[in-house]
């Protein structure tokens, strides 16, 4: 059964750059769609951003300019970078993975969450 | 963008039939997946394609999808049933993924 676990600051001034890691293991990264999503206090699921493991990547129109997603194959990683963060980018941020080869595929494992506040 | 429309809550007692309605324009034509989200615990797929169920899932909880809507059937409800639903869609050939609203499923 594939591992995944967030790793980052849990606490992030406003207008600064939020930065995750996730790690895999018990799995190979490669071959997979990695995804990033998240969940504000009360709400509901949001998807961030997805990246193949051969760096080919897309996001949510709606955060498309903030966001960058990179893969670290050599170390089984792969991170997410938010730019310009608000209050309203405070949420618990999940990584989770996707599809064999093939983006649109359900999310079959997902890591534990962590939680990011955005302070002023 | 494609939306997803559930309802806030359902409510059903022990040992009865859970369904969860999850509507879309042409949701028929997608592959529809659902997600179980216990308070403080990360999402787990229970349905997918429809109606697929992983490895170590119930066959209690079940899936459809016709037409104009998806549902999620959980049958023989137990109180550890008792959590958020949340439909999801890959929309525009993996375009970008898309949640519904989510389901707060209530154990009487």
């Known amino acids: 059964q594939v591992q995944l676990q967030e790793s980052g600051p849990g606490l992030v001034k406003s207008s600064e750059t939020l930065s995750l890691t996730c790690t895999v293991s018990?799995?190979?990264?490669?071959?997979?769609?990695w995804n990033w999503l998240r969940q504000s206090p009360g709400k509901g699921l949001e998807w961030i951003a997805y990246i193949f493991s051969d760096g080919s990547t897309n996001s949510n129109p709606s955060l498309k300019s903030r966001v960058t997603v990179s893969v670290d194959t050599s170390n089984s990683q792969f991170s997410l970078k938010l730019t310009s963060v608000t209050a309203a980018d405070t949420a618990v941020y999940y990584c989770?993975?996707?599809?064999?080869?093939?983006?649109?595929?359900?999310?079959?494992?997902w890591g534990q969450g962590t939680l990011v506040t955005v302070s002023s | 963008s494609y939306v997803l429309t559930q309802p806030p809550s359902v409510s059903v007692a022990p040992g009865q039939t859970a369904r969860v309605p999850c509507d879309g324009n042409s949701i028929g034509v997608q592959n529809v997946h659902w997600y179980q989200q216990k308070p403080g615990q990360a999402p787990v797929l229970v349905v997918y394609d429809d109606s697929a169920r992983p490895s170590g899932i119930p066959a209690r909880f079940s899936g459809a999808n016709s037409g104009k809507s998806a549902s999620l059937t959980i049958s023989g409800v137990e109180a550890g049933d008792e959590a958020d639903y949340y439909c999801?869609?890959?929309?525009?050939?993996?375009?970008?993924?898309?949640f519904g609203p989510g389901t707060k499923v209530t154990v009487l």
């Open positions: 999801q869609v890959w929309n525009g050939d993996g375009d970008h993924l898309v």
């Open positions: 989770a993975r996707g599809g064999r080869d093939v983006v649109a595929a359900p999310l079959d494992n």
């Open positions: 018990d799995a190979s990264i490669s071959g997979y769609y």
